[in-house]
């Protein structure tokens, strides 16, 4: 038997990859190239990114294909990887009015300057399935860029400062909407939780490293039931941005700001309707939430600004999570990291025989003892009918 | 200090909710019927408290709500921490030991000194039980922090405090929600009692029951008083209540102490213009 | 390919400067005996859950003297074990062996080695829960609260109410101590019968929990008290007549397997055996030396 025969271990395991393959390639089709994959799978790509928490496209890609698209499991390679990788050094802080926008919305106000952008979205689109793409040839493809490249080059305006749009939240902040930013920017580094251990109550930039990085899937249900009533959401969308944000580190010998790269990134903040009112400010404020991903993920930036600021909030207040499970940073940050979750679910598949057989002796002893307490209990009212009747 | 027979001396006790600043004093207090400041929202739940108490007696907290006077029994429950102050205490079983300031002790210490020597009664049984344990479970958990190691010990002290509070002591291993309010708060005497404390705090703990229930709980603590000579520390917010049980009382609204005295003699012939309200607005 | 993806590793998988952190932690938590030391637990390429926090800790003393041994429920064989072997060979290059005399780390999963260890040996156990309180506090914030200020009433109330509802102390593994009659602690999921083994020993014990990210030790010579009542004590998974059907032994851990009769479909027996099953061995071969039979 398997688990415990003398030398089966190794062989079962080495049996087990084989076929891990065999699965994957027993249909005989084209193997994925990992551009592909990166091009046209940009969602997956994306959520292995920031489950995965490591900024590397390629990589992602092939964590993708290596997981046969199971989300957790290419995040969980990526995550692996990132361990052995040394810190660097910390980027410098980015402004999101740094980002070279493809799309900028904001639900708070009908026209907003710099205006309202659509870009690539699916949000308006009708989700009917199209059969199209089932034959998908590398000609259309071609096409479909060339017509592309025409538009552009038409539209092409001589203003530089394509996609730069000011934050709405900073003209919230003139009106005095939210709390302004203080006048000396932080230059402490922010908590890393993959260098310090979390532990609770803990600072803000520890929550949000730990919600970036948390399962989408899990973000969502718990933004879901705090703004359902589980919890003291009522957001509104200040402003969701998507496009490239310059990376910059600070020169080693000279300490001057050198950008490395960009990635594409969301960003979102959201204002919530309850006020807040603090020792330090004399008018009552809406508090701003935020919420980041590496890549395309809307969802998941909106659902972790709506859950930090509900966090906020309960905390403020004092009251961690009497509105519901999610309105507790210390419930949703120690149960919001998918490979984590996943992995102590997954354990029970593990051996448990000997703590099984620890259990079956206590159920013995428990089924004696009842045993002989019904003898005692019966015993006692025979005595007591008995003595009624003596 | 005063007499021998102190034991405890409350001094200056000060817990504000809030930053403070310079005009809170302006706004707040008896005088202006008010608590929080309205500059810096402050809230001032007590200020410069302080009052002294005998073995064997029992000293009344009466007020309104808001006026402080469950901050003060908190605080000297070491659950609260103050902000400022001193409540020096002196062990009755060792009369010529050094007064202590419990609130110099450190988290271990206060954790077991409260444990030990000291008994809380809520008003709302939920904050002094764990509903999750059976009664008799919760009457052990004092006993258990200091110690006890013998279950047949133990139950055979549950049973000795039920019957001492007047529960049917077959019910030990019953659930708490199949008690109805008034045998609930029998059950956090009996707790409270469980350690043989030198002080019994007791917070509004008629305050959510019937008539005749209110009466019976009442009794029971009179009587305990009477037979142990226990020492009291009772805030209500009924003069009746205070009247039945504490020979001296003191008398707060927001947060400050108006007045203080025996008894009888503040229900007789109230000085401050609050106190007269309270009086006369009694049955 | 003829580069293996194991040679892109640092020694022992993981960066030098969380071995480094890791190690300080460990100091921290042989000080403080019992204590739950946070550490800033990295991702493996091990599912959480299933081992990470041992790893580390191997992973962060382990040099390329070292002689390991791994076990999972006391074999050496089962899978889970087979497979972090795998991986700390891979990435270390060390020996490793099946004898726990042998050995200098042993990384284990819910049982100690019937042999008693030396004092130049480590055992390292796999942790799933920390918390010996979190049956009664499950929020860490209050929980640690309570571990500073000693203030274990409850966990006591908890042990009293399985003696009133069950008759006995109820818990079967993962059974709470107090250490060095300070901190309480879980001793991981090892039966009963190997609670006592961490009392007073020669080795140490250090016991690290990935998922959890915490690490705590027993160092040698320290007292363990398992949590239990005068009048109802502590007692192990003993049972008077069990013998293992392998190699005759009447005073080790045993686990029971079917086994299914070739003849007959419908048959077959449980047997008991070892669950230390290099022990089992040993003395199956002693048996066989001395040609005494099995009982």
């Known amino acids: ?390 | 200090m005063t007499a021998p027979t102190w034991i405890l001396q409350a001094s200056g006790l000060n817990k504000q909710y809030g930053p403070g600043c310079p005009r809170c004093q302006q706004f707040t207090g008896p005088a202006h019927n008010n608590s929080q400041c309205p500059i810096c929202n402050t809230v001032h739940a007590c200020v410069d408290a302080g009052f002294t108490l005998h073995q064997g007696e029992v000293l009344g907290i009466v007020g309104e709500s808001g006026s402080g006077k469950s901050t003060l029994l908190q605080m000297v429950n070491l659950a609260t921490p103050a902000d400022s102050g001193h409540i020096w205490y002196r062990e009755p079983r060792t009369p010529d030991a050094e007064p202590v300031d419990l609130l110099q002790m450190d988290a271990y210490r206060s954790r077991h000194f409260r444990n030990d020597r000291l008994g809380i009664v809520y008003q709302r049984p939920e904050l002094g039980l764990n509903m999750r344990f059976t009664v008799g479970g919760n009457v052990a958990e004092k006993l258990l922090l200091a110690n006890w190691r013998h279950v047949g010990n133990i139950r055979a002290r549950i049973r000795e405090l039920m019957e001492q509070t007047e529960l049917p002591p077959e019910r030990i291993d019953d659930a708490p929600h199949t008690f109805s309010g008034g045998m609930l708060q029998r059950v956090q005497i009996a707790k409270a009692l469980s350690s043989s404390p030198s002080l019994l705090l007791l917070d509004e703990v008629t305050s959510g029951l019937d008539l005749s229930v209110q009466a019976r709980v009442l009794d029971l603590i009179r009587r305990i008083q009477w037979e142990q000579q226990m020492t009291m520390l009772l805030v209500s917010h009924d003069l009746g209540v205070i009247k039945q049980l504490a020979r001296r009382t003191i008398v707060m609204k927001n947060g400050h102490i108006v007045e203080s005295g025996l008894t009888d003699q503040i229900l007789e012939d109230p000085q401050h213009p609050y106190t007269q309200l309270l009086v006369s607005s009694a049955l | 390919m003829s580069t293996t993806p194991e040679q892109l590793y640092n020694f022992g998988f993981i960066d030098e400067d969380s071995k480094r952190e890791v190690r300080r932690q460990i100091l921290k938590a042989i000080a403080l005996p019992g204590h739950q030391v946070p550490f800033a637990s990295r991702d493996l390429p091990i599912a959480r859950g299933w081992g990470t926090g041992g790893l580390q800790i191997t992973m962060a003393i382990i040099d390329a003297n070292d002689i390991l041994k791994v076990i999972d429920q006391g074999d050496d064989e089962s899978v889970n074990a087979v497979n972090l072997r795998r991986l700390l060979q891979r990435t270390t290059g060390v020996t490793t062996t099946v004898d726990t005399t042998a050995a200098s780390i042993i990384q284990t999963r819910h049982r100690i080695p019937e042999e008693p260890m030396r004092r130049d040996q480590i055992l390292v156990l796999q942790v799933p829960m920390v918390d010996p309180l979190r049956w009664v506090e499950p929020n860490l914030e209050r929980a640690t609260v309570m571990h500073g200020e000693s203030d274990y009433g409850r966990m006591w109330v908890y042990m009293y109410e399985s003696v009133v509802k069950a008759g006995d102390l109820r818990i079967a593994t993962q059974y709470p101590v107090i250490v060095a009659g300070r901190y309480m602690m879980d001793t991981t999921p090892i039966p009963r019968w190997d609670v006592m083994r961490l009392h007073n020993a020669e080795a140490l014990f250090l016991f690290g929990a990935g998922r959890e990210k915490r690490i705590y030790a027993v160092p040698p010579y320290t007292t363990i008290e398992p949590l239990q009542f005068e009048d109802f004590r502590f007692k192990t998974e003993f049972v008077a007549g069990q013998i293992c059907a392998r190699c005759g032994a009447q005073d080790t851990f045993l686990t029971s397997h079917f086994v299914v009769d070739t003849t007959n479909p419908a048959g077959g027996y449980w047997r008991t055996s070892c669950s230390d099953t290099s022990f089992c061995d040993k003395r199956v071969l002693v048996n066989t030396t001395n040609q005494e039979a099995p009982q």
Request: aromatic share 6%; glycine share 8%.
């Open chain 1, 1 to 390: 038997m398997g688990y415990i025969a003398a030398r089966g271990g190794t062989t079962a395991i080495l049996n087990a990859e084989q076929l891990v393959e065999y699965l994957r390639l027993q249909g005989g089709s084209t193997p994925l190239e990992l551009v592909q994959i990166r091009d046209q799978l940009r969602h997956a790509v994306g959520r292995a990114m920031n489950e995965g928490a490591l900024y590397a496209p390629m990589l992602a890609a092939l964590a993708v294909k290596q997981a046969e698209g199971d989300s957790i499991e290419a995040s969980f390679l990526l995550r692996a990887y990132r361990s052995t990788l040394s810190r660097i050094m910390p980027t410098l802080p980015i402004s999101g009015e740094a980002m070279r926008c493809m799309r900028r919305i904001s639900a708070s106000f009908k026209d907003i300057p710099g205006g309202q952008m659509l870009g690539p979205s699916q949000d308006y689109q009708i989700r009917l399935l199209n059969n199209l793409l089932a034959n998908e040839t590398a000609d259309a493809v071609t096409t479909v860029l060339a017509t592309y490249e025409q538009l552009v080059d038409a539209g092409m305006s001589a203003d530089g400062a394509i996609g730069h749009f000011p934050k709405v939240a900073d003209y919230m902040r003139q009106q005095e909407m939210i709390a302004p930013l203080p006048s000396e920017p932080d230059t402490r580094e922010p908590y890393d939780i993959t260098r310090t251990a979390i532990t609770f109550p803990c600072a803000r930039s520890a929550r949000l490293q730990s919600l970036a990085q948390g399962d989408t899937g899990c973000l969502l249900t718990y933004a879901y039931s705090s703004v359902r009533g589980y919890g003291d959401a009522h957001p509104t969308l200040a402003e969701l941005r998507f496009g490239y944000l310059p990376i910059q580190v600070a020169h080693p010998l000279t300490g001057e700001a050198i950008t490395i790269g960009e990635i594409s990134a969301t960003e979102c903040e959201i204002v919530s309707k309850a006020h807040s009112v603090s020792a330090t400010q004399s008018m009552p404020r809406f508090n701003l939430g935020y919420g980041f991903t590496f890549g395309h993920g809307e969802v998941k930036a909106i659902s972790m600004a709506i859950l930090d600021s509900v966090l906020t909030q309960a905390k403020a207040k004092g009251l961690s999570g009497e509105s519901g499970p999610a309105a507790n940073e210390e419930f949703v940050l120690l149960h919001s990291d998918g490979i984590e979750a996943s992995g102590f679910t997954a354990h029970y598949k593990l051996p448990h025989y000997v703590t099984f057989e620890a259990d079956l002796k206590v159920l013995d002893r428990a089924r004696e003892h009842t045993a002989t307490q019904s003898q005692t209990r019966l015993q006692e009212i025979a005595t007591r009918t008995q003595e009624a009747t003596a």
